[in-house]
């Protein structure tokens, strides 16, 4: 279901004096390369910012993708990360 709000619990336009956290984006391509040996593949494309050059990474490892994720997330959650 599509929303045009924020969810709740997020900061809106109801918050004018907090400024906007900055935007960013990940992409995540996964794939089978059935004749190799770990056969899973992952490109990750993001930044930080809108303005920002996109980084790409690419890893056979599924927990590289979720720590990677984790990472990138960090700036964007205000809390310290914990491993």
């Known amino acids: 279901m599509a929303q045009d709000a924020p969810p709740p619990g997020s900061s809106g336009d109801d918050e004018p004096d907090q400024a906007a956290p900055p935007m960013g984006t990940m992409v995540i ?3 089978t ?3 190799q040996s770990p056969g ?3 490109r990750m494309t993001y930044s930080h910012s809108a303005t920002a050059e996109p980084k790409t990474m690419y890893t056979v490892d599924p927990d590289e993708v979720l720590d990677a994720v984790r990472r990138w997330l960090l700036p964007h959650t205000g809390t310290p990360h914990q491993a």
Do not use: I, V, Y
Request: proline share 11%; no cysteine.
């Open 40 to 42: 899973f593949r992952a």
């Open 29 to 31: 391509r996964t794939w």
């Open 33 to 35: 390369e059935p004749n």
